[in-house]
Every structure is written in C-alpha cells, then in structure tokens.
C-alpha cells in the first residue's frame, strides 16, 4: 500500500513535467519525456533521475510559454525560477516571472525583490515590474547593465517606500537618476558602487535629501567623484554605521 501511495504522489509530480517537456520537444528545444520510473534505494521508489535535468531544460526555455496557468504545481515552479539564471532573463520573461512571484506573494506583501544581474533587462522591462511591486521596501538592481535613468525616474514614483536600494555597477545611471532616487523619502541603505557616470552633482542631491536618514551608503570606486562629495557625506549623513 505504501508503495502505491509513492507511485501516485511521484506521477502528480512527474505528469506536469511530461507535459512541458513535450511542449518543448513540439517546438524542438527537448526531447521528448521517455523517462521510466527507477528505483533510487532498495525498496524506495522515487522521481526519475532526470527530473532535475527536465527542470534546467525547462528554466533555460521558460520564455518560450506564454503562461503556465496550473500546468505545473506551485512548488515545482519555484523550482524553475530558482534556477533560471538572472544573466539570461529578458523583458519578454518578466510576465511569467511576477505572475508566479504573486502566486507566493501577493503584490501587496512583497516587500524585497531581486534582479541582480539581469544583464539583458531593458528600461521598459524594469518599468513592468515598479508598476506591479509598489510594496517593495528592498530593491536590488546591482549589475543591471541596460538600466537608464529613465527607470529610476518610474521607480522613485512607484515604489516610493524604498529604504534600501542596491545598484551596483549600473553604469548608465547619471545624476539625472541620482535626482530620482533623492525623491525616496524612506531610503535608509544605498550602494551606488561603480556608477561611473554619477558626479558630485548627482551625490549632493542624494545627500542633501536623505543624508540624515543613511544608515549606509556605498560610493566605491566612483571615478568622477572629489573630495567635494566626501565633504558632502562627512557634513549632511551623520547616521552612517
């Protein structure tokens, strides 16, 4: 009996993997689901050993679905997003990805979201998601290469309850983006680290807005900042840890 319970759990599983794969395969990115039921331990019958191989094929193609709807259990498609590399999502992912963010945490309640690394993420693609996470208080952005000040400029009116916020080596922001980001009254924690466009102008206008607030504040290796800027940090952000 304790077999057969096993045997039902592990099709509920493995069904749902055999369709998307099939899916894939139609398209001729995979190979149809041929995988038989295997026993892992004596006496243990389990997944097949390429249910984790399926999932990486499925994360590396999960642009190719418009939407899953309920083709694969929740728990299973928290599997596929963790292993979809952040370095190969575009703005035709971002869809996918925040409908099944939300159906783990509503809009709502999401508070702290990650993007790093979203290398291929235009300034439209950010804008989708400031719109639909309006509840964020943590934001990171860090090595987000295509994004503009543009997006900050959307982000610093949608999601205006930013305390912290990581854009690391965002090397298109410019102190034009520094002037959104000085809008965002509860910002506590910034890393603006490698931002090579951003000036003496662009930190003033941070540090004079939310200096007193800053309880950290990363400004390394930023080549067009002075000693001006570190006046600026000494005089206006005496909360600094």
């Known amino acids: 009996l304790h077999s057969h319970e096993n045997m039902a759990q592990s099709d509920v599983a493995i069904s749902p ?8 395969a139609e398209q001729g990115l995979a190979r149809p689901w041929t995988a038989k039921m295997e026993t892992q331990e004596e006496g243990t019958l389990g997944p097949p050993p390429l249910m984790e191989l399926c999932l990486d094929v499925i994360a590396t193609h999960l642009h190719t679905f418009q939407s899953f709807g309920h083709m694969i259990p929740h728990h299973l498609m928290k599997e596929i997003l963790d292993r ?12 996918l990805f925040l409908e099944t963010t939300f159906e783990a945490v509503p ?5 702290f979201l990650s993007l790093k690394s979203c290398r291929s993420v235009s300034d439209e693609g950010f804008k ?6 309006q509840s964020l208080t943590a934001l990171d952005l860090s090595f987000c290469e295509l994004l503009t000040d543009n997006a900050l400029q959307a982000m610093a009116k949608s999601c205006c309850a930013l305390e ?22 509860s910002l506590t924690e910034l890393d603006l680290s490698l931002c090579n466009k951003v000036t003496d102008l662009g930190i003033q206008a941070i540090v ?24 600026l940090v000494a005089d206006h952000c005496s909360s600094l840890r």
């Open 17 to 24: 993997i055999r369709r998307t794969m099939n899916h894939l």
């Open 84 to 95: 979809r590399k952040n370095e190969t999502m575009t703005d035709h992912d971002l869809p």
């Open 107 to 111: 809009p709502e309640e999401l508070t």
């Open 128 to 133: 989708l998601v400031f719109a639909s996470c």
């Open 164 to 185: 912290s916020l990581d854009l690391t080596a965002c090397r298109f922001i410019t102190d034009a983006g520094c002037g959104s980001i000085s809008r965002l009254r």
């Open 208 to 231: 004079r807005s939310a200096g007193p607030r800053l309880r950290s504040l990363n400004l390394g290796d930023i080549r067009q900042m002075s000693n001006i800027s570190v006046q």
